[in-house]
């Protein structure tokens, strides 16, 4: 369906968007890591649809190409098509507005980067099937994006296509330089979600978190702490929940980490359990999603099972 939840829409950097008088409310849900799984597990898009949500984001790892697929072009659209016939989700899909990033099993091969042949097909065929989600290809050459509805903005990141080796990149310095001027051209917002899929605040070094890529990762912190409004990290990825808070020259920020929809769960471990001092609570290990509301006072993050069931809940002042 086309979505025209956003009236007041910014696809470009350079729009002033004058101060809004009143506080915007919206109430959205997350969530990543949704390999095509038994009926049971495909019930959580049942349980999404119920919580009545103005529309369904999602963090990466959307499907999961199998190695015969990724360098088939035919086959990755067959994979999308496979994935989407599951009626619950099908139902959800078209009841509901979609967006969307991307992560490494919807963009090719597992741990994919820059070095992808056919990173650039695997975008068009995302971009067709995440059709409401505003990206421009054309212009940038990956997935970024940003909307706004009143006081609140959502920003997609791409941390697939200018990927390099451990310590070098994810986002890499265009893509760093673009997400500082949508923040400066974005100052009057109250909140803004940054999307990403890999983990931000963690500071375990496990699997494609980002503190594995130090000097980045410590570049966008300082661009993030320079914003004058709350930003919230959205990720996935993980295969288990959690969210992370760290102050970062003096500035709070936050982390909503919701993994998986209906891939298997993978608690952490140790070491990672001792390393990762930023997390709030315990991590969440069952199959999840996760509603996050913005209210008139603050932001409220609510995480349910695959039955819709509260599993843990956090607020926040805005």
């Given at each position: 369906?086309?979505?025209?939840?956003?009236?007041?829409?910014?696809?470009?950097?350079?729009?002033?968007?004058?101060?809004?008088?009143?506080?915007?409310?919206v109430?959205?849900?997350?969530?990543s890591?949704?390999?095509?799984?038994?009926?049971?597990?495909?019930?959580?898009?049942?349980?999404?649809?119920?919580?009545?949500?103005?529309?369904f984001?999602?963090?990466?790892?959307?499907?999961?190409?199998?190695?015969?697929?990724?360098?088939?072009?035919?086959?990755?659209?067959?994979?999308?098509?496979?994935?989407?016939?599951?009626?619950?989700l099908?139902a959800?899909?078209?009841?509901?507005?979609q967006?969307?990033?991307?992560?490494?099993?919807?963009?090719?091969?597992?741990?994919?980067?820059?070095?992808?042949?056919?990173?650039?097909?695997?975008?068009?065929?995302?971009?067709?099937?995440?059709?409401?989600?505003?990206?421009?290809?054309?212009?940038?050459?990956?997935?970024?994006?940003?909307?706004?509805?009143?006081?609140v903005?959502?920003?997609?990141?791409?941390?697939?296509?200018?990927?390099?080796?451990?310590?070098?990149?994810?986002?890499?310095?265009?893509?760093?330089?673009?997400?500082?001027?949508?923040?400066?051209?974005?100052?009057?917002?109250?909140?803004?979600?940054?999307?990403?899929?890999?983990?931000?605040?963690?500071?375990a070094?496990?699997f494609?978190n980002?503190?594995?890529?130090?000097?980045?990762?410590?570049?966008?912190l300082?661009r993030?702490?320079?914003?004058?409004?709350?930003?919230?990290?959205?990720?996935?990825?993980?295969?288990?929940?959690e969210?992370e808070?760290?102050?970062?020259?003096g500035?709070?920020?936050?982390?909503?980490?919701s993994s998986?929809?209906t891939?298997?769960?993978?608690?952490?471990?140790?070491?990672?359990?001792?390393?990762?001092t930023?997390?709030?609570?315990?991590?969440i290990?069952?199959a999840?999603?996760?509603?996050?509301?913005?209210?008139k006072?603050?932001?409220?993050?609510?995480?349910?099972?695959?039955?819709?069931?509260?599993?843990?809940?956090?607020?926040?002042?805005?």
């Amino acid at each position: 369906m086309k979505s025209t939840l956003f009236s007041a829409v910014v696809l470009c950097v350079g729009i002033q968007i004058s101060a809004f008088a009143q506080r915007t409310e919206v109430a959205f849900a997350v969530g990543s890591c949704a390999e095509l799984s038994t009926p049971e597990r495909e019930e959580i898009f049942t349980s999404i649809l119920a919580k009545k949500p103005e529309f369904f984001f999602w963090l990466g790892d959307n499907t999961y190409y199998k190695s015969s697929e990724w360098n088939d072009s035919t086959l990755m659209a067959e994979a999308w098509a496979r994935r989407h016939a599951s009626k619950p989700l099908a139902a959800m899909m078209s009841a509901i507005p979609q967006r969307a990033i991307w992560d490494d099993h919807d963009y090719g091969p597992n741990d994919g980067d820059s070095t992808y042949s056919l990173r650039g097909t695997s975008a068009k065929i995302f971009s067709t099937v995440w059709k409401d989600t505003p990206f421009n290809y054309a212009q940038y050459h990956d997935l970024r994006w940003v909307e706004r509805k009143g006081d609140v903005v959502w920003i997609g990141l791409d941390d697939r296509t200018h990927r390099g080796p451990v310590g070098t990149q994810v986002l890499g310095r265009g893509q760093l330089d673009w997400l500082s001027s949508v923040l400066d051209a974005h100052a009057d917002a109250r909140v803004i979600f940054i999307a990403v899929g890999s983990q931000v605040l963690n500071l375990a070094p496990s699997f494609e978190n980002f503190i594995r890529y130090p000097e980045e990762r410590l570049d966008l912190l300082d661009r993030c702490a320079t914003a004058r409004t709350q930003v919230v990290f959205l990720t996935g990825d993980r295969h288990h929940g959690e969210i992370e808070e760290l102050t970062h020259k003096g500035v709070r920020l936050i982390e909503i980490c919701s993994s998986p929809l209906t891939s298997k769960v993978f608690p952490p471990r140790s070491p990672e359990t001792e390393q990762n001092t930023t997390i709030v609570g315990t991590p969440i290990s069952e199959a999840h999603f996760t509603c996050v509301n913005v209210t008139k006072d603050g932001l409220f993050v609510e995480y349910f099972n695959t039955q819709g069931e509260t599993i843990v809940n956090v607020t926040y002042e805005l």
